[in-house]
């Protein structure tokens, strides 16, 4: 079964920096693109960005929002994607979502399997 | 403002069938069969229903379709289920720099 946790959210102040992290289970994790999904409170989805599979040489995308500040890695040997976000802002309060890429390999554009969700409050 | 339109809000009788409209422009939705769907039940992580326009992932029901025409594409739910009541969101690949674009939402109430 697939499943993805994510973990590491909770309340920073603005300017701050928080990791997130999502660890996979069920798949063969380093086959596939991860991406990051928010919603902010009441607010629909914002897609932040995604990092492809090292077979399609790991590179990375993001929203114009968070270019810049957000910085999306994996480690595929414990089957962990990252999201480090710095120089948080309060428009970046939000459920934070690790997802799976629906097929193997650079991207699909489409997210199969999603977390929980974790929740990134900024605030003072 | 989101970069695909959906509009607020659509119901319908359970049996019935709805149509939920998600209209972009030839960068996203008109130029590319990346269009998808997801279901988000309150308080639920989203889940993919519709993926490269018209596709269901193993597992969802064949009442649930998906075409485009253009610049927009729509989600059909036929059949309509007291369990079909959600927010319905679309997504889309987009030729600008950020790659994946949402629309804003649907909230889909079953009369």
């Known amino acids: 079964e697939v499943q993805l946790v994510e973990s590491g959210g909770g309340l920073v102040q603005p300017g701050r920096s928080l990791r997130l992290s999502c660890t996979a289970s069920?798949?063969?994790?380093?086959?596939?693109?991860m991406s990051w999904v928010r919603q902010a409170p009441g607010k629909g989805l914002e897609w932040v960005g995604f990092i492809r599979s090292k077979a399609y040489g790991g590179t990375t995308e993001y929203a114009a929002s968070v270019k810049g500040r957000f910085t999306i890695s994996r480690d595929d040997s414990k089957s962990i994607a990252y999201l480090q976000m710095n120089s948080l802002k309060t428009e970046d309060t939000a459920v934070y979502y690790c997802t799976r890429d629906h097929c193997s390999g650079g991207s699909c554009y489409s997210f199969d399997y999603w977390g929980q969700g974790t929740l990134v409050t900024v605030s003072s | 403002q989101s970069a695909l339109t959906q509009p607020a809000s659509v119901s319908g009788s359970p049996g019935q069938s709805i149509t939920i409209s998600c209209t972009g422009t030839s960068s996203d939705v008109g130029g590319y069969n990346y269009v998808s769907w997801y279901q988000q039940h309150p308080g639920k992580a989203p889940k993919l229903m519709i993926y490269?326009?018209?596709k269901r992932p193993s597992g969802v029901s064949n009442r649930f379709s998906g075409s485009k025409s253009g610049n927009t594409a729509s989600l059909t739910i036929s059949g309509l289920q007291a369990e079909d009541e959600a927010d319905y969101y679309c997504?889309?690949?987009?030729?600008?720099?950020?790659?994946?674009?949402f629309g804003g939402g649907t909230k889909l109430t079953v009369l």
């Open positions: 490269d326009v018209s």
């Open positions: 997504s889309s690949y987009t030729s600008s720099s950020t790659f994946v674009v």
């Open positions: 069920g798949f063969t994790f380093g086959d596939y693109a």
